[in-house]
């Protein structure tokens, strides 16, 4: 009941992240057959086939770097993607995708949306860890076709542990001189029919001083303001074959996490005790060889108490300022898709989706409200009569918000080969983005008040890209050279008047565009190397400076080397961040950024089948001293601001053993 396709064999070289980087196919040929997977499953390797930029990290690619947290694998591994971890690992990022805003990129887990639906600029990755991974993968450019609000500069889909047909699974255990502490383990295998995955870890750190000593009042606690956490992550997946042709998936996911707030004033302690919950079920039918679809519900919910004691003028009491003060959403929904195979050779996507919101916060005050979110969508395939290789690929979305109004968005795709392993590809089409919690409803007096009567931002994607994958003698050679367009119309911003601010849709547009180069070289003997270099041009209308946390350059480069058979190996991986900037509260705009990171790994396997591992990792081995974002506070008793870094994760060292069955 599974179909075949034939694509375009290139793509299969597409990732080019460091020490991720695919074996080019041969070159003599221009097409490979490959057995269709569900259609979820497929989506982002067929988005690739039809003209978009994918990028794809294995978790066994992650596991040999060392990287604890998904943040940390995102910052190294992933060509042109911006990630800046405010305090460290599990923390809030900064991110850039093609341009974007942190607002403008959609994050997933198995494909549920985890997006803080309260504050569109607050990451969801700081209870996400690296050891739940099986691949992450990355879809530039504008994707609200398929994916809906959010996906203006790209999406982010984690993917977690995989099923397998024999048993197979791991036990870890690691240790860092930042008071690290590290266990996980995951099986995966099958029972009867049944297949099943289990994974868990925990992750903790005593942390470190997230600020230079002199933006430290003495107000704060004594002996600085370490920041540190515990992360606990549990999931188990089920899946089993029904009938003549159907499947049916279920999962679920559990994530605690205690996480330092960190404060250069007054704070005596503060933390966030999170609770996340995302729970999923599928069912996937092949009906026969030209047609599939997939029915999926999945709940998702995240749970915030905030914690703070601040230190009083009186040496050694303290003034309890929030006592395990809520704040949190939950989203729920239904997704269908379904997939045509056509008698010409083409096919048909299409689909709708259904979602609800609802949220509070007692912290920063939202009014605790619902709202429904709900589209259709297709996508037509067509097989060209008189280009046959040709990929191309158009689509319509309707999606309707009780607030945020009515978008309709398309997009038109495609990828042809040139020969000799080459190939050129292109997408153009409109995104959009939902106002979010804070926008339509808060209500505190000390922030702008949300207006409910907001529009969503629209925007205008144009990526395109020349490229190719080929041998020279015993070296395999991948390349991209692309170049990428966006404008953003009706942005969300607050203007004052009467002494209130408010959220309105502006006539200001945000106009980003860019190009991007990248080249991976793997040699025969095990070596491999890896460059991408980013440059990003984002302004507003009648501004000639660059937006806020969208660093102007930005360059990955990475050399490793894998012993045959994959006894022992080893990484290096930098990333340079340009020039960045950021308005900062009662200061102004500040500039920060102009640095350069490198971080070192290696591991060694032995024993039967090599089963037992040991790996090393030196994070910022040259101790770079950085501000991976800026900030402001007030001085002790007065009301005179001034900037604060939130400083980048100091060298430190990791070491991991874990065994493998």
């Not at 515990?230 to 996480?259: F, M, P, W």
């Not at 003034?319 to 704040?327: Q, R, S």
């Not at 020349?466 to 070296?475: L, Q």
């Amino acid at each position: 009941m599974i179909a075949s396709r034939r694509l375009v064999a290139a793509s299969t070289a597409l990732s080019m992240a460091p020490a991720v980087l695919a074996t080019p196919p041969d070159p003599s040929t221009d097409t490979v057959e490959i057995t269709a997977e569900p259609i979820e499953e497929s989506l982002s390797g067929e988005l690739s086939t039809f003209g978009s930029r994918v990028e794809v990290i294995s978790g066994e690619a992650i596991e040999k770097t060392g990287a604890t947290d998904t943040a940390q694998a995102l910052q190294m591994l992933i060509p042109g993607l911006y990630v800046a971890p405010e305090n460290g690992r599990f923390d809030y990022v900064e991110a850039s995708l093609r341009g974007s805003r942190t607002e403008d990129i959609l994050w997933l887990v198995d494909g549920v949306r985890i997006n803080n639906r309260l504050y569109g600029s607050t990451s969801p990755l700081d209870s996400i860890p690296a050891h739940m991974i099986e691949r992450i993968e990355v879809v530039k450019g504008g994707q609200s076709l398929f994916y809906g609000t959010q996906a203006l500069g790209g999406v982010v889909n984690i993917i977690t542990r995989g099923f397998r047909t024999e048993t197979d699974g791991r036990i870890g255990v690691g240790a860092g001189d930042l008071g690290d502490r590290h266990a996980s383990a995951y099986v995966s295998g099958e029972i009867d029919g049944n297949r099943l995955v289990v994974f868990g870890s925990h992750d903790r750190s005593d942390g470190f001083q997230p600020y230079r000593d002199e933006h430290i009042e003495p107000s704060a606690r004594p002996g600085g303001i370490d920041r540190g956490y515990r992360v606990t992550s549990l999931g188990g997946k089920y899946r089993r074959e029904i009938g003549d042709g159907g499947r049916l998936t279920l999962e679920t996911i559990h994530n605690d996490a205690v996480l330092d707030d960190a404060d250069p004033t007054e704070t005596h302690s503060a933390e966030n005790d999170r609770t996340e919950d995302i729970v999923i079920a599928k069912w996937d039918q092949f009906v026969s060889p030209s047609f599939s679809f997939f029915l999926k519900g999945y709940y998702h919910r995240w749970d915030t108490e905030y914690s703070e004691l601040r230190n009083t003028a009186i040496p050694g009491e303290v003034e309890t300022v929030y006592d395990a003060t809520p704040w949190g959403y939950e989203d729920y929904g239904l997704n269908a898709m379904g997939r045509w195979f056509l008698d010409d050779g083409g096919e048909v996507v299409f689909g709708a989706d259904w979602q609800e919101y609802s949220g509070e916060d007692d912290v920063l005050l939202i009014e605790t409200r619902t709202e429904a979110v709900g589209a259709v969508f297709a996508q037509y395939r067509p097989r060209l009569a008189f280009s046959p290789r040709t990929r191309l690929a158009l689509g319509v979305r309707w999606n309707k918000a009780d607030l945020g109004g009515e978008n309709t968005v398309w997009n038109i795709s495609a990828r042809h080969p040139l020969g000799g392993g080459q190939y050129v590809r292109g997408t153009l089409g409109t995104s959009f983005r939902l106002p979010s919690a804070y926008q339509l409803y808060a209500r505190d007096p000390d922030h702008p008040r949300g207006n409910e009567n907001l529009d969503g931002e629209e925007s205008l994607n144009a990526d395109l890209g020349w490229g190719g994958a080929t041998r020279v003698g015993s070296v395999g050679v991948s390349w991209e050279l692309a170049a990428f367009g966006r404008e953003i119309d009706d942005l969300i911003q607050f203007a004052s008047g009467d002494g209130v601010s408010t959220y309105i849709n502006s006539d200001d547009r945000v106009r980003m565009y860019g190009g991007e180069a990248l080249l991976a070289l793997q040699f025969a003997g095990g070596w491999h190397t890896s460059l991408n270099a980013t440059y990003t041009r984002a302004r507003e209308d009648g501004d000639d400076q660059q937006i806020d946390n969208v660093p102007e350059y930005l360059i990955k480069a990475g050399v490793g080397y894998d012993a045959p058979g994959g006894a022992y190996g080893t990484q290096l991986s930098t990333v340079y961040v340009g020039p960045t900037h950021d308005h900062v509260s009662d200061i102004g705009r500040e500039r920060y950024g102009d640095h350069l990171l490198a971080d070192v790994s290696g591991y060694l396997r032995f024993g039967s089948a090599h089963r037992h591992r040991l790996g090393v990792r030196v994070e910022n081995i040259t101790d770079e001293d950085y501000a991976s974002t800026i900030g402001s506070a007030e001085r002790d008793g007065s009301d005179e601001p001034y900037r604060v870094d939130n400083l980048g994760m100091p060298r430190n060292v990791q070491l991991t053993y874990s065994y493998v069955f």
